[in-house]
C-alpha cells in the first residue's frame, strides 16, 4: 500500500521512549502540526523546441509550468503557468507557439512564447489525459487521449476540433502520435496497434506487423523524412518503418531493456537516437551499418522524456535534468533544473512512512526525508515511484514502479542500491510489508499493462534472493498483504494491468504458506466488493477495508467474517489502516479515525485533511513509539500527536 507498516527494532531507544514526540493524555484533543510540503520535486514530462529555446512542461504538480531554457546559458529564462491541468506529458510547436496537452482535465493549451501567456483554447472532453500532441506541417495539432482512446484534431486557424474516435475498438490509450502532410500515426495499447489515419477522410489502417502483435504499446514515435520510429512495450524493441511501404520495416533491440521512452532521427546522417529503460541507456542505431551503438548513461534508471539531434549534439530531457552528448567528441554533459531556475514545487505524495528520527514520503523519481529534529528535509533521487515503502531496521526497503523493482537505503536517503525485480510480467507494486517470522519482505503486485494476473513476491534481505508467485489470486492484481504465524494473507483487486477490462467479479482473500509455498484457502470476504484497499493482522484477527463501504474483521481459523462497521472511504472508494501502541487508526484521507476492535466502532481523530495524495490510497503512517501519526492535509505533511 502507499503507506507501509513500521516494523520495530528494538532499540535502547525505543524501549525508553526516546522519539521526541510526548504521548497525549487519552481523551484530549490531538495536537496536529504543519511540517511543511510533503514532496517537492522539479519534474518534467513534456519538452519542445521553439527556436532556440527549449520549453519544458512539467508533470505532478499544480498550476503545470512550462518553463524557457536556454541551452546557451544553461538556465530557465522564464516560467509560465497554465490555467488548468494537473501536468503535462505532450507538447508540439507551430511557429512561436506552443500547444501543451494536460491531464485531469485533457485540455490543449496555446503558450505565447513571445509573450509569456498562456490561454486554454481546446478539450478532449469525455475523456480527461492528453498522452501524446503532435503538429501537422500545415499548422494543426493532433491529440491522442485516455481512457477512451481517441485521437482529436484543433485547427488553431479556425478553433475547431474534430473527433477521429478510438483508434481502435477496444483500447484505451493513444500513447504516442505522428503526423504528415496526409496522414496521422497513432501508438495504441494496452494491447499494442500502429494506426495510420486519413487526415482528410479519418479512414484507418493496421500498419503493425503480426508477429509484433504480443507487445503491449505503440509508446513512443517519432517521424521524419518518410521514417517513422516506434518504440515497442514490454520488450524495448525500436521498430524503423518506412511510411511509403509499411512492408519495410527493421527491429532493433536494445538489450536488456523493456521500454523505448524517446526518439530523435538525424534524416542527413541516417542515423537513429534512443532512449532506454530501465538502464537509461542513449542509443544510436546507424542505418547504413545497421549497427547499434551504446553513446551514454546519464546515471542508472535514467529516463529520457525528449531526444533531440541538431547542431553536432544530441540534446535529452530527463526527469529533472537536461543533458548534451557531442557527437565529436563523445563527452556528456547535463544541467540539474532546480539549479538552472525550475524551482521544485509540492507534488502528489506517493507513500509514506516513519523512523524514530525521519519521516519519509516518495513521489515522482524520488523519496523526501523529513528530519524530525531539525524540521528540515532533503530529497534522494530514486529512478522510478516508490509505491510502498517498509523500515526494517536500519533500512528501509522500496517497492518501485515501473518494472517492480526493489531498492534498498538507510532512513535518511544515503546508499541506495537495486536490489531484485519481482518479473513474471509484474510491473506496479500495490503493497509491502515484512514478515519477521519467515524474515521475507511481501510485496503484492500489479501485472503489465494489458495482462491478467498480479503476484505475491517474497525477497529474503539476507540472502539477496526474490522469489514470485503470480495468479494466487486469478486473474487479480493482489492488493493487500499482511501476515501472521508464517503465514500471508494477501487481498486482491479484480483489475489486473492497466488498459484490461476485469475478468473476476470479486475481490478474495487468500491464504499464503510461507513454508510450503502454497495457497491454503481462498475466499469473498464481502459479497459484491471488487477491491480490499487494506489488510493488517492485529491480535488473531485480520481487519480488512473493502470498497462497498465496510471495515471487516476476519478470522483467519474459521474462515469467515465475524463482525463489520461502515468507514468513510476516499474517492476512489479506498482506507488506509495501521497500528499505533496497539490500537487501530484508519483515514479516507479527509479524517483520521479511531478504530476499537473490543467493540467494532470508530471515532474520529482528526477531520477536515482534505488530504491529496497520487493514486487511489489515502496515505497514513505511524511513529514506531505510537505515539504520533503522520498523514497529509492537503499537500503537506502533518504529525498528528496523540
Known amino acids: ?124 472532453r469525455p475523456d480527461n489525459f492528453i498522452w501524446s500532441i503532435d503538429a501537422a506541417p500545415d499548422g494543426k495539432i493532433y491529440a491522442g487521449t485516455y481512457p477512451r482512446g481517441r485521437v482529436v484534431e484543433y485547427d488553431p486557424a479556425t478553433g475547431q476540433t474534430r473527433d477521429f474516435g478510438q483508434a481502435v475498438a477496444g483500447e484505451q490509450y493513444v500513447r504516442s502520435i505522428a503526423v504528415d502532410d496526409t496522414t496521422i500515426y497513432a501508438g495504441v495499447g494496452a494491447k499494442a496497434h500502429l494506426i495510420a489515419i486519413d487526415r482528410v477522410t479519418g479512414a484507418k489502417r493496421k500498419l503493425l506487423p503480426a508477429e509484433l502483435a504480443d507487445r503491449t504499446f505503440v509508446a513512443t514515435l517519432a517521424l521524419e523524412g518518410g521514417l517513422l520510429a516506434a518504440g515497442l512495450s514490454a520488450t524495448g524493441d525500436l521498430m524503423l518503418m518506412e511510411t511509403a ?142 509505491k510502498a515503502m517498509t523500515v526494517v531496521g536500519k533500512q528501509v526497503y522500496l517497492s518501485v514502479y515501473t518494472l517492480a523493482y526493489l531498492f534498498g537505503m538507510r532512513p535518511d536517503g544515503s546508499d541506495l542500491r537495486r536490489l531484485a525485480r519481482v518479473g513474471e510480467e509484474q510491473n506496479r507494486p500495490l503493497d509491502a510489508h515484512y514478515d519477521p517470522v519467515s524474515r521475507r519482505l511481501l510485496v503484492g503486485t500489479q501485472p503489465e499493462y494489458g495482462l491478467h494476473g498480479g503476484a505475491l513476491a517474497l525477497y529474503d534481505p539476507r540472502g539477496d534472493r526474490i522469489e514470485t508467485f503470480r495468479n494466487i489470486i486469478a486473474n487479480q492484481s493482489i492488493r493487500s498483504v499482511t501476515a501472521r504465524s508464517g503465514t500471508a494473507y494477501v487481498a486482491s483487486e479484480i483489475s489486473g494491468g492497466l488498459g484490461t477490462t476485469p475478468v473476476a467479479k470479486q475481490a478474495e482473500l487468500a491464504a499464503f504458506d510461507l513454508r510450503t509455498k502454497r495457497v491454503r484457502w481462498s475466499v469473498v470476504p464481502v459479497e459484491g466488493a471488487t477491491v480490499i484497499s487494506e489488510l493488517v493482522s492485529h491480535g488473531a484477527m485480520l481487519y480488512g477495508i473493502a470498497d462497498t463501504g465496510v471495515l471487516f474483521e476476519f478470522d483467519p481459523r474459521r474462515k469467515k467474517v465475524t463482525r463489520t462497521v461502515e468507514v468513510p472511504l476516499s474517492k476512489s472508494r479506498t482506507g488506509t489502516i495501521v497500528r499505533a501502541s496497539g490500537r487501530l487508526y484508519g483515514t479516507d484521507g479527509e479524517s483520521v479515525y479511531r478504530i476499537d476492535p473490543l467493540t467494532m466502532t470508530i471515532s474520529t481523530v482528526v477531520d477536515g485533511l482534505a488530504a491529496q495524495a497520487y493514486g487511489s490510497q489515502p496515505l497514513l503512517a505511524a511513529a514506531p513509539d505510537g505515539a504520533a501519526l503522520y498523514a497529509l492535509r492537503g499537500r503537506n505533511l502533518v504529525r498528528i500527536v496523540l
Open 1 to 124: 500500500m502507499r503507506r507501509i507498516r513500521f516494523v520495530p527494532a528494538l532499540t535502547l531507544a525505543m524501549a525508553l521512549g526516546l522519539t521526541g514526540v510526548a504521548p497525549v493524555a487519552a481523551g484530549a484533543t490531538p495536537v496536529v502540526e504543519d511540517l511543511g510540503p510533503a514532496s517537492q520535486v522539479t519534474s518534467i514530462s513534456a519538452a519542445e523546441f521553439v527556436g532556440d529555446r527549449l520549453y519544458l512542461g512539467t508533470g505532478g504538480i499544480k498550476p503545470t509550468r512550462i518553463g524557457a531554457y536556454d541551452p546557451a546559458q544553461r538556465k530557465v529564462t522564464s516560467i509560465t503557468e497554465l490555467p488548468s491541468g494537473d501536468g503535462t506529458w505532450a507538447a508540439a510547436a507551430v511557429g512561436t507557439d506552443l500547444y501543451v496537452g494536460t491531464y485531469t482535465p485533457g485540455d490543449i493549451h496555446k503558450v505565447d512564447t513571445r509573450t509569456g501567456t498562456a490561454t486554454k483554447v481546446a478539450d478532449v
Open 245 to 386: 511501404d509499411p512492408s519495410r520495416h527493421v527491429l532493433v533491440d536494445a538489450p536488456g531493456d523493456s521500454y523505448v521512452t524517446a526518439i530523435g532521427i538525424d534524416a542527413p546522417n541516417n542515423d537513429v537516437y534512443f532512449g532506454t529503460r530501465p538502464s537509461g541507456t542513449l542509443y544510436r542505431y546507424d542505418r547504413d551499418s545497421a549497427k547499434l551503438d551504446r553513446l551514454a548513461v546519464p546515471y542508472d534508471g535514467a529516463s529520457f522524456n525528449r531526444i533531440f539531434v541538431g547542431g553536432g549534439k544530441v540534446t535529452g530531457v530527463l526527469t529533472s535534468s537536461v543533458v548534451e552528448y557531442d557527437l565529436a567528441t563523445g563527452e556528456l554533459t547535463g544541467v540539474d533544473l532546480t539549479q538552472a531556475g525550475m524551482p521544485p514545487a509540492p507534488e502528489l505524495a506517493m507513500a509514506v512512512t516513519a523512523t524514530r528520527d525521519q519521516v519519509l514520503v516518495s513521489g515522482k523519481a524520488g523519496v523526501q526525508v523529513h528530519d524530525l529534529a531539525t524540521g528540515g528535509s532533503t530529497r534522494t533521487f530514486l529512478p522510478g515511484e516508490a
